[in-house]
């Protein structure tokens, strides 16, 4: 009993560490990790909510990229054209993807498994089709320049405002889907992962739900869109290819599907990891004496740990984390 | 010297995701043309076993961990499945046991018979059919659509194609009518003594197994409980009593409540 | 109350093959019926248009209300609740989780409310929780109530999938073969545990079974299909044996 | 004419292209994401086989396509085979990996440059005039014939030997199709090799056609709709798919708007799936049966 | 004791092909200036990263390279979609910004912002004009005009340019086509073009674009003119498709003039066993030139401020690669004079020919 009582407080005490090292992490840095740390951080609210469609309801989906092109388009558009301020775009920009989500949902009540990604790439064409437009029409061929966001009267500017911000937003979307996937609605998809016909049968409405995972998602998704706007201060279609989709699919199944930590940890992974190839190989003797070769044997190098991590870890990191985290935490466990 | 048995296991442990441990070091022998049944509670390990002895493919992360499976005196626990069929020895398993987009035809079709010839393959197939009308009449029905029992009637029919000399048959009478069951029993003692085939049977109900098997074994939590000569077992009260619940000739009814209190435990 | 349930000449075919011929039956409140009939008779398919799975012809009236029309989960949340023939839990999720799937139609939180975490949710959540352990107690798996279901042996998860059907309280439960791959002595408990909630909830049970001894010495009232087609009705004692039926499905003895 | 003309070609194109993604999947249920890659592997080898040897060009394209078919052999051996039995998910994510893999070794062996495959072969490219007055170059003819071809022989293969059968049944249930006695690794090795080599064949006709870089794994990409429309596990399918795709594209181009031409298509495709929500000619994966 | 030199590119990816080539360069450049002993006395440390055209990646570096002590001058080799984080770090750092071998961003037109510079040689809207202007030299403007872009804001936006200035000029603008990148056919969008009759194809866009709506074109039957932007790989392939029609306009000098200091940047590529053929690096060697006159101009010990100030008022010799210098002043960081020649194949010397010598235009 007395174990069963002390872990919940363990764990306490050990998030309020990392949350603390978390927040101070600023202080102590340099600009350039906490733009890693920033980037991290975007990476990690996008891969969660793609986790809560595809790794808790289930539903693939390709267009990623293009749902995070429409929450920065929102901004950018909002804010090139009316000077919207900050607490406009951004819930401006959830509600446009709110709304895409619906829109490009609706498939899914028809269309499962795979095919339900000829919709999500539908969006992302029709999004970037769109931005393209809007980019050519203003006459902003090299993308719209964004300005940083005025909060309380002060310019957001700088990797520690923003790192404390997007630590903030990251947080409350994790709780937040955290909430969910343990409460009914998190329930209700399982179940529908797992039959649909099923599900129904137990009195889940199955279309409701799945359209409300696809809203939540993509409202999610849009946010982390425009809040990239606003980091990087521009908006272009070209930083929106497939492959930015390809590589959120890849976050969540190399964290693990259908855990919310395997989505930070995979948005970790896939966000850092060619910075660590190309530092462990420029400390190769004459490093910048073969820079072209060098940059292309980190980008296959990238792919090639991803094999390997692949092969001999399927499960995800996740899976790497359960299986090497303290035997005490486990013992607990029937 | 005399030949070696159809199939022993020798301290057969198998561990799931590399810690739980499933069997604890399994010995067990099939003759050839013999019918031994597997019996025991939920949990025991039955499916595990004749799991092991077809062959894992990575799935569950299931492994043999320790002891040895030999077929004919050749070790074969580290053969993948598909070999292990080719020499003869097939499953019908407990769950998925059926290609369910497949035809009933097409699920028959995709069975790779090792060295058998086109007319030795209608033969069979003809055989199926007629050991199993209901099949017929679905042919070109997918077999996911397929009702419980004509699954478990297409699995048998998919294994018998195969041209065992060994079936290994996970839970037997799993959702078939009593008389299909019946039925099942007797072509399966006939297409034995017809075909010379051996099979190991894990069957939850004990007084059809015990009258179907030559030879039976008991299992309680991945070991060996009890083993011997169906009719002696079926003789024992005591191990009736223990393990399979009740005794022999013995006619309780369910309306009188349970043998023993706070069960499945 | 008497009728809960009443079949009256439902038909249904897929693509030619016609798989319910006009079959009428009708279940008291309080009462095991039993469904039995050879494989591919169609007793799982009765379910199924009963739970609004399938749309066949003719009425089903479920406490006076029709149910044809009506979407699975509509039916459900009217006091429906089944198992099924191949259990169709979700694996990776504890038994405990399991069976609050099944009381989705009885929690009543928003999904907003569930994302800020407000208390109210938390307190509801609470609540059903409660019930559900309940539930598990009455089954007598509290030992595996945090284990993942796909861990379980195959007979666990058959009990799992009973109790999953009971923890949405419902007034007419569809049982599909809940005793196949259980052991006699799991049988007897399921037994113990079928009369415990009839005699208690008074609820009305439809049946689907394939032992023979199972239905004789529990079933009220035995309905027999065939191709389809019902082929008698009746009392254990006089259904069991009933020519047509020891020719069509239980065989000589 | 002319319109007809494009859009047989483009059509043969996506047609070539897709049956790849159609017979991975079929066997395994991975939608392998480095096909486009691949694709463009076989051609870069057409590249080094022309430079490397002074065959003529008939020969070098047949080496080439050999030489891919290898390729995808090799991929199933040390990778995919590894695999064999985890979820589907995993397999797919490491095609992706396998896909940044193939990019960067491209462009660290051959370089980021454009390529000329068909210059260096010194092979000619002239254009024939239709009966119809309509034009087609003898490469996109050769690719049409070839996709005949290809797809006449998968079929074939697949219809007459139990094959085509045993591969669904593997893509279905890995377990029970080796339990039934089917080799999963020799299934798979077919697969991959096929796979490769109908789409290096791909690859090399484009790359002869009008040169070769690296977005040449795009146009990979662009095909896998395609694949889906038809249904994942049907050949028929992915050709019907490809004339649709391609008629709608040309359409397009041609009386509407060419910008169009990217995003229209995906909306037929919409359309068409769900009228048939497994694709044209694909099986029902999931069944309602309870 | 050395300058230290920062450029971000992108050097793998999907767009690689138009931008190693010219970092390729820019470092065998700069490392035959080190191997003659340097700027000043003191050698000049280039660092390089690749952001695969990536917006992250590309702010990374720079954030990365700024972070590096003493960095004199960054350089962007990329993307425009990575420009925004780069120009923001740059200038808070108070370092000067070069864009080589990619889009001048307008802010180094007159007025210029004082710390973004560029070595480019395309220039939207000059370009056009210049390519119209010799249009209308050739064929007068009573002609129907075809249009051809992919469909990149960047490129459309300089066509739809071109549209108009079409119709100012009298021409009549009969067709456009904007192709998605990587079609795997160009024939489509070639028949539409044909059907409209054109005299005259114009097309600037990437490469692969202008060339494959050429050829594609040519498939078909058509003979008209068709001139297209000159890239890196305008002479490999003319020659490729030695065909009499097909003008590329551009500001550098191919290397059929085998000017001397042409046949040193072959010699240069071959002793280092480049992967790229020496005619794909004119742009990354003006690069080179450029910031060795800027340092040079800016003395020993440089800091960001004096390369700047350096900068603003520099005067590149470009030995032939261009028109003429290359001039910054403090208004203007593009050039004063942007020159334009026309090439082409001639079939009957089979040989590439100067259709139209250097023509200046004045950059206000
Ligand atoms: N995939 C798996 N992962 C983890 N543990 C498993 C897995 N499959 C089986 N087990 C465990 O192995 C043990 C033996 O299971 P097995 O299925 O062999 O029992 P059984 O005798 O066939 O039971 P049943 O009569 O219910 O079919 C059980 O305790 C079970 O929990
Ligand atoms: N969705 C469906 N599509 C096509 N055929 C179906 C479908 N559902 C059921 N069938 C067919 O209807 C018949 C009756 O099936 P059902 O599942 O109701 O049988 P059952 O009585 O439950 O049999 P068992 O005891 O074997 O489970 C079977 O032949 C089955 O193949
Ligand atoms: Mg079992
Ligand atoms: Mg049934």
């Known amino acids: 009993m007395s174990e069963a009582a002390r872990r919940p407080l363990l764990r306490t005490a050990l998030l309020a560490a990392a949350g603390l090292v978390l927040l101070l992490l600023p202080l102590a840095t340099t600009p350039l990790l906490l733009d890693l740390g920033c980037q991290v951080l975007l990476a990690c609210i996008g891969a969660l909510s793609l986790m809560l469609l595809t790794g808790f309801a289930g539903q693939v989906s390709l267009g990623h990229a293009g749902l995070l092109a429409a929450g920065a388009f929102t901004v950018g558009i909002l804010v090139k054209e009316a000077t919207a301020p900050f607490w406009v775009t951004l819930p401006a920009a959830a509600i446009a993807g709110a709304l895409l989500g619906l829109l490009f949902g609706l498939p899914s009540l028809r269309l499962r498994a795979l095919y339900l990604a000829v919709s999500s790439l539908a969006l992302h064409f029709i999004v970037i089709y769109l931005g393209g437009e809007y980019e050519t029409l203003r006459g902003l061929s090299t993308g719209i320049m964004v300005d940083p966001p005025r909060l309380f009267g002060h310019e957001l500017y700088g990797g520690r405002a923003w790192y404390i911000l997007l630590l903030v937003v990251a947080m409350a979307v994790l709780l937040a889907c955290r909430n969910l996937v343990r409460s009914r609605t998190g329930r209700a998809w399982a179940a529908i992962r797992a039959h649909e016909t099923v599900a129904a049968a137990l009195g889940i409405a199955v279309a409701r739900h799945k359209l409300l995972a696809f809203v939540i998602s993509s409202a999610f998704t849009a946010l982390a869109g425009g809040l990239f706007a606003y980091y990087r201060g521009f908006v272009s279609i070209e930083a929106f290819s497939l492959y930015l989709s390809i590589q959120y699919v890849a976050m969540i199944i190399i964290g693990g599907m259908g855990s919310l930590g395997g989505a930070i940890l995979g948005a970790l992974f896939v966000t850092l990891f060619p910075y660590g190839i190309e530092a462990a190989l420029s400390t190769l003797p004459h490093a910048d004496r073969y820079a072209g070769a060098m940059f292309a044997s980190n980008y296959a190098a990238f792919g090639l740990v991803m094999i390997f991590f692949l092969v001999f870890e399927p499960q995800g990191l996740i899976g790497l984390w359960r299986r090497w985290r303290p035997a005490s935490a486990k013992a607990g466990r029937p | 010297m005399i030949a070696p048995p159809l199939l022993t296991l020798e301290a057969v442990g198998v561990t799931y995701q590399r810690s739980i441990v499933a069997l604890h070091g399994i010995d067990l022998t099939v003759q050839a043309g013999q019918i031994v049944a597997i019996l025991g509670v939920n949990g025991a390990g039955k499916t595990t076993t004749l799991r092991a002895i077809s062959g894992f493919v990575g799935l569950d992360q299931a492994r043999v961990t320790g002891g040895c499976i030999r077929h004919r005196g050749t070790a074969i626990e580290t053969l993948p499945p598909h070999l292990i069929t080719r020499r003869g020895i097939v499953l019908v398993p407990e769950r998925d046991k059926v290609f369910p987009n497949l035809t009933v035809a097409e699920n028959l079709a995709a069975v790779v018979t090792a060295a058998a010839g086109t007319a030795e393959r209608r033969r069979r197939e003809q055989l199926v059919y007629e050991h199993f009308p209901r099949l017929a009449a679905r042919r070109s029905s997918e077999a996911g659509l397929l009702s419980g029992g004509e699954r478990q009637m297409l699995a048998v029919g998919a294994a018998l194609l195969c041209g065992p000399e060994l079936l290994l048959i996970d839970e037997l009478s799993l959702g078939l009518a009593p008389i299909i069951v019946g039925e099942l029993g007797e072509r399966l003692k006939t297409i034995r003594s017809e075909l010379g085939l051996a099979i190991l049977l894990v069957e939850q109900s004990a007084a059809f197994a015990l009258q179907m098997a030559d030879h039976a074994y008991v299992l309680e939590n991945g070991r060996v409980a009890a083993a011997g000569p169906a009719a002696t077992l079926a003789a024992d009260t005591d191990i009736q009593r223990y393990y399979l619940g009740t005794a022999a000739g013995e006619r309780r009814s369910y309306r009188d409540g349970r043998t023993r209190p706070g069960a499945c435990q | 109350m008497s009728e809960q349930l009443v079949l009256d000449g439902v038909s249904l075919s897929f693509g030619g093959l016609t798989v319910l011929n006009s079959v009428s039956f009708s279940v008291r409140a309080g009462e095991l019926f039993a469904l039995i009939g050879p494989n591919g008779a169609g007793k799982t398919s009765v379910f199924n248009c009963i739970s609004g799975i399938y749309r066949p012809k003719g009425d089903i009236r479920y406490r006076g209300r029709s149910l044809l029309g009506l979407a699975p989960h509509r039916v459900a949340a009217l006091g429906v609740g089944r198992t099924f023939q191949h259990g169709e839990l979700v694996p990776q999720m504890t038994v405990g989780d399991n069976l609050m799937i099944a009381r989705h139609t009885r929690i009543a939180t928003t999904p907003w409310g569930e994302l800020l975490g407000l208390p109210a949710a938390r307190r509801e959540e609470e609540r059903h929780r409660a019930a559900v352990d309940e539930v598990i107690r009455f089954v007598e798996i509290e030992a595996y109530r945090d284990t993942p279901v796909g861990a379980l042996p195959f007979g666990l998860q058959k009990i799992v999938g009973f109790a999953r059907a009971l923890a949405a309280e419902p007034t007419l439960l569809l049982l599909d073969e809940p005793s196949a791959g259980l052991t006699r002595e799991e049988r007897e408990d399921l037994a113990y545990f079928i009369l415990k909630i009839r005699d208690r909830l008074d609820m009305a049970m439809v049946w689907i079974e394939h032992d023979m001894q199972m239905v004789a010495d529990l079933a009220d009232r035995i309905h027999v299909l065939d191709y389809g087609r019902s082929l008698a009705e009746g009392p254990p004692e006089t259904v069991l044996k009933d020519e047509a039926v020891i020719r069509a499905y239980l065989g000589s003895p | ?290 | 004791d050395e300058y230290a030199v920062g450029l971000s590119g992108a050097i793998t990816g999907p767009v690689a092909g138009t931008y190693a080539p010219a970092v390729e360069a820019l470092r065998l450049y700069i490392d035959k200036v080190n191997a003659a002993g340097g700027v000043n006395g003191h050698p000049i440390h280039l660092i390089v990263q690749d952001d695969q055209g990536q917006p992250s990646m590309g702010a990374t570096n720079a954030k990365k390279l700024l972070g590096q002590d003493n960095l004199l001058l960054l350089l962007n080799t990329s993307l425009s979609s990575t420009y925004a984080p780069m120009i923001a770090e740059s200038q808070r750092a108070g370092v000067p910004l070069l864009f080589a071998a990619s889009v001048c961003p307008k802010e180094v037109y007159p007025p210029a912002q004082p710390t973004l510079f560029c070595t480019t040689a395309f220039a939207s809207q000059f370009d056009s004009r210049a390519t119209l202007a010799f249009v209308k030299e050739k064929s007068g403007t009573s002609i129907n005009l075809g249009l051809a872009a992919m469909s990149i804001p960047l490129s459309r936006g300089e066509i739809d340019y071109a549209e108009g200035l079409a119709g100012e000029m009298g021409m009549k603008a009969v067709d456009k086509e904007i192709v998605p990148p990587a079609a795997p056919d160009y024939t489509p969008f070639a028949t539409k073009l044909q059907q409209a009759s054109p005299d005259w194809v114009y097309s600037w866009a990437p490469w692969v674009t202008e060339v494959k709506t050429l050829e594609a074109l040519r498939k078909l039957g058509w003979e008209g003119n068709y001139i297209g932007w000159g890239h890196i790989e305008t002479e490999g392939e003319l020659a490729r498709l030695k065909d009499g029609k097909f003008y590329a306009i551009g500001a550098n000098a191919l290397f059929s003039d085998r000017l001397p200091v042409q046949q040193d940047i072959t010699a240069t590529a071959t002793a280092a066993n480049s992967t790229y053929a020496a005619n794909l690096m004119t742009e990354g060697w003006i690069a080179g030139m450029v910031v060795e006159a800027a340092l040079k101009q800016a003395g020993w010990p440089a800091t960001p401020e004096k390369v700047l100030a350096a900068m603003s008022h520099l005067k590149v010799d470009t030995k032939g690669l261009r028109g003429g210098p290359l001039e910054w002043t403090a208004d203007n960081h593009f050039r004063t004079r942007q020159y334009y020649r026309v090439y082409r194949w001639n079939p009957a010397s089979n040989g590439i020919e100067v259709v139209k010598d250097w023509t200046a235009y004045e950059v206000h």
């Not at chain 4, 249930?173 to 089917?182: E, K, S, T, V």
């Not at chain 4, 990979?220 to 889906?228: C, D, I, R």
């Not at chain 4, 709608?248 to 910008?259: F, R, T």
Request: glycine share 12%; aromatic share 6%.
């Open chain 4, 1 to 290: 004419m002319q319109l007809a003309v494009n859009i047989v070609v483009l059509a043969a194109t996506y047609a070539l292209i897709a049956c790849g993604y159609v017979l991975i999947y079929r066997v395994s249920r991975v939608l392998n994401l480095a096909h486009g890659e691949l694709m463009m592997v076989g051609a870069y080898l057409l590249v080094t086989v022309a430079s490397a040897s002074a065959l003529p060009p008939l020969l070098a394209v047949g080496l080439a396509a050999a030489l891919s078919l290898g390729v995808g052999v090799l991929v199933h051996l040390f990778l995919m085979r590894r695999l064999t039995g985890q979820p589907a998910l995993a397999a797919v994510l490491t095609t992706i990996g396998l896909g940044i893999l193939l990019r960067g070794l491209v462009v660290l062996l051959w370089s980021a440059e454009q390529q000329h495959p068909a210059q260096s072969l010194g092979l000619a490219n002239p254009p024939i005039t239709l009966f119809g007055g309509g034009r087609i170059s003898t490469l996109s003819l050769a690719l049409v014939l070839t996709t005949g071809a290809v797809y006449g022989g998968l079929f074939a293969f697949l219809r007459f030997s139990r094959w085509g059968i045993r591969m669904r049944a593997a893509g279905q249930n890995p377990l029970l199709a080796a339990q039934r006695g089917i080799n999963l690794n020799g299934i798979y090795a077919v697969a991959w090799g096929l796979s490769t080599f109908t789409g290096s064949v791909a690859g090399i006709l484009i790359a002869l056609d009008s040169g070769l870089d690296t977005t040449m794994a795009t146009i990979g990409l662009k095909a896998f709709p395609v694949a889906l429309v038809g249904g994942l596990d049907s050949l028929l399918g992915s050709l019907l798919g490809a004339l649709i795709v391609a008629t709608a594209e040309v359409v397009l181009i041609q009386y509407v708007d060419p910008l169009l031409s990217d995003v229209v298509p995906f909306l037929i495709l919409m359309a068409v799936l769900l009228a048939r929500p497994w694709g044209l000619f694909g099986s029902r994966e999931e069944l309602d049966r309870v």
